[in-house]
C-alpha cells in the first residue's frame, strides 16, 4: 500500500453556511477539533463512545457542551472510516442541532509527500498527522482536544475568551494548563508533559514524563532522560487541550513532510502535537499562551477508570454543573 501524492484529507460535505465575519474576513467563532481516530488498546474498547452520565452522555458530551457554552459553533471529528457509523449515532447526531458537525477521516495514505506504508503499520502516525488532515474544514482559530477526555468548563471558557480574540494570521496560540495532581488515574501509571513556563505565563518547553505514579506523598515519574524524577503534583502540564491559528497548518505540514522522511520506514513512529509547537518555539516562531485552570481532568485511560469517572460525573451533575440531559 503507497501513500496518495496529493490526496490531503477526506471531509463529508457539509458547507459551512450563515457564519459571522470580522472585519479581516475571518469567522469570529472558533472551531472544536476533536481527535477521535484512536482506539483505546489499554481501555479495550472505543472510549470516545462510553457512557458514563445521565442518558448516556460520554466525556466528548461534555467537552461538546462546555465549547459550546464558551463560544465554539462548530465542531470537526476526526474519525478512522471503519469506526465513523457507530460514532455518529452515538454522538455526532446529537449534536447536529446546536452545532455545525463535520467529519474527517485520518487515514495511513493521507499524506503530503507519496511514501509506501511500512509493513506492519496499521495505525495512523499520530496527533500531528490527525489536525493535518483536518485543514481543510477549518477557516479560522480552533482549539484541539481528545475525544476520551473531560476538560472541564473553565478550561473551555477560557480557550474561547482567547481564541475569540486571536488574530487569524498571527502565530499566537495557547495551551490550557492543568495542575498534575488534577489529572491522575487512580488505577495506573499515566504519561504527562511537564510545561516550563516563563514568569509572564508563556510555554517554554513541554517534556513527556512517563510512569508517573503516587510513591508516599509524592510522585514519581520518568522524565525525557529516562530518570526517575520525584514530583511534586502541582506542576504544570498538558493534556492536549491546544489554540491554534490557521497558520499552525503550514508548519504542521512541513513538520509532517520532514518526519516522514526521517522516520517514514518505522511502522510505529508518530508525529507529536508538542513536539511541532517546541520546535516553533524553539526557533521563536510562535508564542504559547499557558492558560492556567483549577478544573480536574478525567480520562478513560484502564478498563477500572469507567467506574471512577461515572462517579465523578454524576456528581457534578448533582451539584447542577451540568443538566441531566444535556441536549434538553
Not at 458547507?15 to 488498546?41: C, I
Not at 457554552?69 to 442541532?97: H, N, P, S, Y
Not at 491554534?244 to 507529536?272: N, S, V
Request: with cysteine; net charge positive.
Amino acid at each position: 500500500m503507497g501513500g496518495i501524492s496529493g490526496r490531503r484529507w477526506s471531509i463529508s460535505e457539509k458547507p459551512f453556511q450563515g457564519q459571522a465575519k470580522n472585519n479581516q474576513g475571518a469567522f469570529v467563532k472558533p472551531t472544536l477539533l476533536v481527535m477521535a481516530a484512536g482506539m483505546g488498546s489499554r481501555f479495550g474498547g472505543l472510549k470516545q463512545v462510553t457512557a458514563v452520565g445521565p442518558n448516556g452522555a460520554t466525556l466528548l458530551d461534555y467537552s461538546l457542551y462546555n465549547a459550546l457554552r464558551a463560544g465554539f459553533d462548530q465542531v470537526v471529528f476526526i474519525l478512522r472510516q471503519e469506526m465513523a457509523e457507530e460514532f455518529k449515532e452515538t454522538v455526532g447526531m446529537k449534536w447536529e442541532k446546536t452545532l455545525r458537525v463535520r467529519y474527517c477521516y485520518q487515514e495511513l495514505g493521507m499524506l503530503p509527500v507519496d511514501l509506501p506504508i511500512p509493513e506492519g503499520r496499521t495505525k495512523p502516525w499520530g496527533t500531528g498527522h490527525a489536525v493535518w488532515v483536518a485543514q481543510g474544514a477549518v477557516k479560522g482559530p480552533f482549539a484541539v482536544i481528545n475525544a476520551d477526555d473531560y476538560y472541564g468548563p473553565q478550561a473551555f471558557g477560557a480557550l474561547g475568551k482567547f481564541l475569540a480574540k486571536a488574530d487569524p494570521d498571527g502565530w499566537d496560540f495557547a495551551l490550557v494548563g492543568y495542575e498534575l495532581k488534577n489529572t491522575l488515574s487512580p488505577n495506573g501509571e499515566v504519561s504527562r508533559g511537564v510545561c516550563r513556563v516563563t514568569p509572564k505565563g508563556f510555554l517554554k518547553t513541554v517534556e513527556e514524563h512517563h510512569g508517573i505514579t503516587r510513591k508516599g506523598k509524592g510522585l514519581v515519574g520518568k522524565g525525557g532522560s529516562g530518570k526517575s524524577r520525584k514530583l511534586t503534583g502541582k506542576e504544570t502540564v498538558s493534556m492536549n487541550l491546544w489554540g491554534f491559528t490557521p497558520k499552525f497548518f503550514g508548519a504542521l505540514e512541513t513538520a509532517l513532510a520532514a518526519f516522514l522522511k526521517k522516520r517514514g520506514k518505522d511502522p510505529k513512529a508518530e508525529l507529536y502535537l508538542p513536539s511541532v509547537v517546541s520546535d516553533l518555539l524553539a526557533k521563536k516562531k510562535a508564542t504559547v499562551r499557558v492558560l492556567k485552570t483549577n478544573d480536574p481532568w478525567y480520562g478513560l485511560t484502564f478498563p477500572e477508570d469507567k467506574t471512577y469517572v461515572y462517579e465523578r460525573m454524576h456528581q457534578l451533575v448533582f451539584k447542577k454543573v451540568y443538566p441531566t440531559d444535556l441536549w434538553g
